[in-house]
């Protein structure tokens, strides 16, 4: 994968180390915060959805896209005993999609166990009480005249073979493809994720026999208990942000290396077996199990709405479809949006979404054509952006269609003119140099746009250096205190922005293609990071009604916001400060609070301070008391974001 950005290096700029006071007023006139304010941005990069989100335990399940014979085919497969694995192209494949299998010989003669091993996605965590569901299909190409019937075992153990839990799956020799289902439950919890699953049986039983396995499974309980579905710490961790939307699948993995390797929604539906799988635009294999309708089924579970983006003729290699070759892709989308919403009684697409469970259409408002079409503006202004809206505009009137591209002077210049725009900033706290824009000196940003009927959607951001231009690992203190600031603009100008996601979400502590991330896990751990928390204050605290207030000037050290929640009465009274040393901030309330002692929540750290996977909880939210009255005086200290909540 190709960084298509080149980060921007800055020098540090001086920030103010005297103590201050600010005076805020803020009145009842202001504007309605949109429900759909701070979500997520997902894509499969960093093992966040194959191996992360998608709580499938088996890494290379079913050999999809690999070269068989090579030992790259083999990637966390290793052979137990005498046997001889090896991965090859079927001769009766189990579905066309899936045209390789787990080749798995064992010589005459045999009596000793003898199986094969996966060791996950860098890892398979052991817990108490969880009940594993397994499942694998199995042949045997030549089987024998007489037919052998006997038992595998299904285990999960450690790597020295320790088993802790165990199935007896019953097979007998058959030249067609079985389907094998077992479960077990863990009785301990491990604290090593170094463990494996295998299948293994006794060498006798099979000696002399090759036999072919695949789409071999195994999941553990998932959230919401849904088949095929999610992890359910990382389901939960995001849930404890309560966010409104979800962006996907891409940012880059939309688009693919060239237009035959993107994604394309019709290969992520359906059975399994029938999944062929695509090479991602992270460096790994897609298995496309987590596909079009797990991410609905799972975004409705969870309470969000979708950001669903439609491929829009544009690849990582630089390449644009031709015009003439664009109606491919239209139909492809139109096919993609009657998935999620058609009728099931009318239309083909939709049908697939009822046949797995989904009758009713899903919820459906935003559709994202393309990502960052700026790096090929001149087609996409040409004709990519046109031949797309027009024919979705023509089929789906009710939704919103978001644009990526072709700006001059904050202007999207697009025929038709868009009316939802996505843009993606990653830079450092301060950069007053060379991007006049972020992330301190960016908070007034959308303050200066003309209010023109232009709706922006802040489809990524992060801070992803320190200001001397140093690479981060983990989001620390200062980059998120800086986001902050920056986010202290999208409630002030929630008028015109509509929604707003931090980028990347997910990363795999052992599989990183991209740092830093909003929540780095490990199999069995999950570091919720600073800016996560961040995240996470402005999404609880988002209220529905923002309160013009006293404005500080761009850059300045300390921000504020005032929002409102206007059904439970409660104002939100957020404050930012910057700087490393405490500033205070003064309120004056248009109302005398009903209660004279309030409740606040801040996140603050010393300067660098990171949440890594060694010192996961270095800085986290805390709850304080502050004296309530029509006047509040804040002091809020160096490096910090509070939340001081205030009833009428
Ligand atoms: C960025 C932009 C990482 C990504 C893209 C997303 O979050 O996939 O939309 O990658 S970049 O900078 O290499 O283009």
């Known amino acids: 994968m190709v960084l298509k950005r080149v980060l921007a290096f800055a020098f ?32 499969d990069i960093n093992h966040s959805g194959d191996g992360g989100l998608y709580a499938e335990l088996i890494q290379n399940r079913a050999f999809q896209t690999v070269t068989p014979g090579t030992s790259a085919a083999l990637t966390a497969w290793a052979a137990l005993g005498s046997a001889k694995i090896s991965v090859v192209k079927s001769s009766s494949p189990v579905s066309s999609a899936l045209p390789n299998a787990l080749s798995f010989a064992v010589a005459s003669g045999t009596t000793s166990t003898v199986g094969f091993t996966n060791s996950g996605y860098f890892g398979i965590p052991v817990t108490a009480g969880w009940t594993y569901t397994g499942s694998f299909y199995y042949r045997t190409p030549s089987p024998p005249a007489t037919k052998v ?41 491990q604290t090593s994720v170094e463990n494996l699953f295998a299948l293994s049986v006794g060498g006798s039983t099979v000696a002399g026999l090759t036999m072919e396995f695949t789409l071999i499974s195994l999941f553990p309980p998932t959230f919401n208990g849904r088949e095929n579905g999610f992890r359910m710490d990382l389901s939960e961790t995001l849930l404890d942000m309560k966010p409104a939307f979800f962006r996907f699948p891409g940012g880059n993995n939309l ?64 390449a644009s479809v031709a015009s003439s070759g664009m109606q491919t892709y239209i139909t492809e989308a139109i096919n993609q949006i009657n998935f999620v919403i058609g009728d099931a009684s009318t239309n083909a697409q939709a049908a697939i979404r009822a046949s797995m469970g989904h009758a009713d259409p899903f919820t459906l408002n935003y559709i994202e054509i393309g990502n960052e079409d700026f790096f090929s503006p001149t087609t996409y202004a040409d004709y990519r952006w046109a031949d797309l809206y027009n024919a979705l505009h023509a089929e789906f009137p009710q939704l919103h269609y978001i644009a990526t591209s072709a700006t001059s002077g904050n202007v999207p210049t697009l025929s038709p003119t868009p009316t939802y725009w996505d843009l993606h900033i990653y830079s450092n706290p301060i950069c007053l140099t060379i991007l006049k824009d972020f992330f301190i000196n960016g908070a007034f940003n959308f303050d200066i746009l003309s209010r023109n009927g232009l709706q922006f959607f802040q489809g990524e951001y992060a801070t992803t250096t320190e200001n001397s231009g140093a690479a981060l690992t983990y989001p620390f203190i200062d980059g998120s205190i800086a986001e902050a600031a920056y986010m202290a603009g999208f409630d002030r100008n929630s008028d ?26 490990s199999p069995n751990t999950v570091i919720r990071s600073t800016s996560y928390y961040v995240q996470q204050l402005y999404s609880l605290y988002k209220g529905d009604f923002y309160l013009q207030s006293t404005t500080n000037t761009a850059s300045s050290s300390v921000q504020w916001s005032v929002t409102r929640d206007t059904s439970a009465g409660q104002y939100f009274l957020k404050v930012i400060n910057t700087a490393t040393s405490a500033n205070t901030v003064v309120f004056t309330l ?20 990171q949440n890594t996977p060694t010192s996961p909880n270095a800085a986290v939210p805390s709850t304080f008391s502050f004296t309530a009255g029509k006047t509040i005086t804040y002091n809020a200290p160096g490096l910090s974001l509070s939340v001081l909540v205030v009833t009428e």
């Open 149 to 189: 019937s006997g038992s595998f075992t299904a285990d999960l153990r450690s790597t020295g073979g320790t088993v802790f839990t165990s199935a007896t799956v019953p097979f007998t020799t058959s030249s067609t493809w079985q389907q094998a289902t077992f479960t077990f439950t863990a009785s301990s919890t």
């Open 590 to 609: 248009p109302f005398t609070p009903s209660h004279t002692t309030g409740t606040g929540t801040i996140l603050t750290a010393p300067s660098g301070t």
């Open 496 to 521: 015109i922005v509509f929604a707003a996601s931090y980028a990347p979400l997910l990363n795999h502590v052992s599989s990183t293609q991209w740092t830093p991330d909003l929540i780095t896990f």
């Open 255 to 318: 688009e693919g290396e060239t237009a035959a390797d993107r994604w394309a929604w019709e290969n992520t539906v359906g059975d399994l077996v029938d999944r062929p799988g695509r090479v991602g635009d992270w460096g790994y294999i897609n298995t496309d199990g987590l596909g079009l309708y797990e991410y609905l089924q799972w975004i409705e579970d969870m309470g969000m709405e979708p950001i669903m983006a439609v491929y829009a003729g544009y690849s990582l290699n630089g």
């Open 12 to 43: 540090i700029a001086s920030t103010a180390v005297y103590a201050a006071t600010f005076d805020v007023t803020f009145s009842t006139a202001g504007h309605d915060v949109p429900p759909t304010l701070y979500g997520l941005m997902f894509e």
